[in-house]
Antibody, heavy 125, light 108 residues
Framework: EVQLVQSGAEVKKPGESLKISCKGS????????IGWVRQMPGKGLEWMGI????????RYSPSFQGQVTISADKSISTAYLQWSSLKASDTAMYYC??????????????????WGKGTTVTVSS | DIQMTQSPSSLSASVGDRVTITCRAS??????LNWYQQKPGKAPKLLIY???SLQSGVPSRFSGSGSGTDFTLTISSLQPEDFATYYC??????????FGQGTRLEIK
């Protein structure tokens, strides 16, 4: 079964660091990009960035560039999202998702087809 | 940045109704449009990709159409399990994707 298993809920204080994880199984982890999506309480989905575990090529949304770091360890099929100094506004659910694609007449369409269950991050003093 | 605008933001409907949700892109995105369903406390689930292709395992009452800037998600006959929030997402500017703000579908 193809799945992404995310690490458990975190409760942190402002200024603390944090690294959450997303472990893939049931497929070739190094062959698919893994994206991260934020969902603040009661709000919609925001794309944060994406990494290709095969070579660690990483792209960030301009809104999150410099605010978080995305990384991967292909030896253990795991992607990470980390903060060096958390703020209360980082309180949210964070999802990882696999990006797949579909080719048709020379065009390639990408979509997020497998999602982790999410990691809740609460930042409060 | 490509902006995605969904309408309506919320919608009340009854079991058996035909429902249409609209998504508009701020520029042409060809058919690079996906639809997701999210139930409370759960991760999003892919329904439709490439504007009109049904993801494996998704019931055929779901369908997508459109190209360019205007897209629709249609549920032909609402079932109790379809009450959820629906998001469109453009992949034209991949890897820099954007989501619509969501449409909450509630029971009337």
């Amino acid at each position: 079964e193809v799945q992404l298993v995310q690490s458990g809920a975190e409760v942190k204080k402002p200024g603390e660091s944090l690294k959450i994880s997303c472990k893939g199984s049931g497929y070739s982890f190094t062959s698919y990009w893994i994206g991260w999506v934020r969902q603040m309480p009661g709000k919609g989905l925001e794309w944060m960035g994406i990494i290709y575990p095969g070579d660690s090529d990483t792209r960030y949304s301009p809104s999150f560039q410099g605010q978080v770091t995305i990384s991967a360890d292909k030896s253990i099929s795991t992607a990470y999202l980390q903060w060096s100094s958390l703020k209360a506004s980082d309180t949210a659910m964070y999802y990882c998702a696999r990006r797949s694609g579909y080719g048709d007449y020379g065009y390639y369409y990408y979509y997020m087809d497998v999602w982790g269950k999410g990691t809740t991050v609460t930042v409060s003093s | 940045d490509i902006q995605m605008t969904q309408s309506p933001s919320s919608l009340s409907a009854s079991v058996g109704d035909r429902v249409t949700i609209t998504c508009r892109a701020s520029q042409s995105i060809s058919s690079y449009l996906n639809w997701y369903q999210q139930k409370p406390g759960k991760a999003p689930k892919l329904l439709i990709y490439a504007a009109s292709s049904l993801q494996s395992g998704v019931p055929s009452r779901f369908s997508g159409s459109g190209s360019g800037t205007d897209f629709t998600l249609t549920i032909s006959s609402l079932q109790p399990e379809d009450f959820a929030t629906y998001y469109c997402q453009q992949s034209y500017s991949t890897p820099h994707i954007t989501f619509g703000q969501g449409t909450r579908l509630e029971i009337k």
